[in-house]
């Protein structure tokens, strides 16, 4: 079987993986970091969503393989220590969630979103959420939340 | 997802090398729609040849009235990039309306173009720019290289190095979106260039992309919304399917048509 090497939230993960095994399978199997969820398993509805060398991408769709030598980031990589990344805190602030399925990868693409677009508008973070799902349908406080937090990362 | 044996090309010889050594292999370019398809079992490979460690497959150049597009380049870079921008703005806003941020961050041209999918928004750009499309043993114009559905005219083996635009006069590409799977229902591409204007259509023909020759003549014409009526696409050969008939699919042709010559100005 291949072993893969990576790095994970900034340390390093290995393990051997069938070449067919996925990232997000990799993430919550091999390195029980199950903060990354699997919602549709066919690439529509982003609860996937991690950070491969600074892009979001979704690790459902992504072989473990593919990810050799690459930066990966999830959402357990967000916060330092005790105090949560601005994006966590401003949907803590504005009930950016309600079941909570979906939640690491809005806040995942989010934070995609706001390091390309500090300035984005109301409609921009509306487009670019199209490959994240709200099962709630919670759109309107995940915007808001989107439009605090990209104000607290120095946009 | 049937198992496989994986192979991370280091050159396009060795990927060629890798694929011919194959029982049955599959290139991977960005895996947005191969992996989807695994998982479906719609193919099993025995052998997956990853194309993404080749460098040279990666990148956009562009020179003089040319715009260069290497396989591997993500949506997102060719949406993103300036120089494309420049050149063909039309180019930019196609690539920035593939899928959603996620697959742009990680699907290529290759990738899409190789599948042919029916759907799919590259080849409408590919056929109405009159692109020619780079491989690593010859040259093929796009006008020959969509040949049917999920159908190149690609020989076993043979790896897509890059796509070259010419850069037209003016251009637009405007799509009216599947709501549920935002694929194209139809889109349509139109170009005026010094050869005339050319339009493709995606997401209609049930042979895949295709260039709508009563329209290319009117426009060449006269280029206004005016110049496009209901009956130069009719519905024959048209996809009927439970999202749209091929009634309605042609007028959407015509509408995407308009809007697109409006656009482009």
Redesign the interface.
């Known amino acids: 079987m291949p072993t893969v090497n990576m790095s994970v939230n900034g340390r390093p993960a290995s393990g051997e993986v069938e070449a067919r095994t996925l990232l997000v399978q990799f993430l919550r199997e091999t390195l029980r970091l199950t903060g990354t969820h699997v919602g549709c398993d066919t690439s529509q509805c982003g609860a996937c969503v991690v950070h491969v060398n600074g892009s979001s991408v979704k690790s459902c769709t992504m072989l473990a393989v593919q990810a050799e030598g690459a930066e990966v980031v999830t959402i357990e990589g967000l916060a330092d220590g005790d105090s949560l990344h601005p994006m966590q805190e401003a949907f803590r602030n504005n009930h950016g969630l309600q079941c909570g399925f979906c939640t690491p990868g809005m806040v995942m693409s989010a934070v995609d979103l706001v390091n390309r677009n500090p300035k984005a508008t109301e409609a921009e973070i509306r487009e670019w959420l199209e490959g994240n799902i709200c099962r709630c349908t919670g759109y309107h406080n995940i915007v808001k939340s989107i439009q605090e937090a990209a104000g607290n990362m120095g946009g | ?6 192979r ?1 090309a280091q050159s396009i010889a060795e990927a060629v090398d890798a694929m011919g050594d194959a029982d049955d292999g599959a290139f ?1 370019a960005g ?2 729609t191969l ?2 398809t ?2 479906q079992r719609l193919a099993a490979p025995s052998d ?1 040849v ?1 194309l ?1 460690g080749i460098a040279e497959l990666t990148g956009i150049s562009v020179s003089g009235d040319t715009v260069t597009v290497g396989a591997m380049t993500p949506h ?1 870079a060719v949406a993103a990039s300036g120089a494309v921008r420049d050149a063909i703005p039309a180019l930019c806003d196609l690539a920035d309306g593939i ?5 742009r ?2 699907g290529t041209i290759g990738g899409s173009i190789a599948n042919n999918d029916p759907a799919a928004d590259y080849p409408a750009a590919c056929v109405a720019l009159g692109a020619t499309i780079t491989t690593d043993r010859r040259e093929i114009a796009a006008d020959d290289f969509f040949t049917g559905l999920f159908e190149t005219a690609l020989e076993d083996n043979e790896v897509i190095v890059s796509v070259s635009f010419p850069k037209p006069q003016a251009a637009a590409y405007m799509k009216f979106p599947n709501p549920a799977s ?1 694929y194209a229902l139809v889109g349509v591409f139109v170009a005026r260039t010094g050869g005339g204007v050319r339009v493709a259509v995606t997401g209609a023909g049930e042979d895949g992309v295709f260039r709508a020759g009563a329209m290319e003549a009117a426009l060449t014409s006269a280029f206004s919304p005016d110049s496009i009526s209901d009956g130069q696409v009719g519905g024959d050969g048209l996809m009927s399917d439970m999202h749209a008939g091929a009634d309605y699919r042609a007028h959407l042709v015509a509408v995407m048509a308009r809007r697109a010559v409006a656009a482009a100005g």
Do not use: E
């Open positions: 997802m049937q198992d496989f044996s994986y991370k991977l895996g947005q992996l989807p695994l998982k997956v990853d993404s997102a899928g959603d941020p996620q697959v961050n990680i935002r």
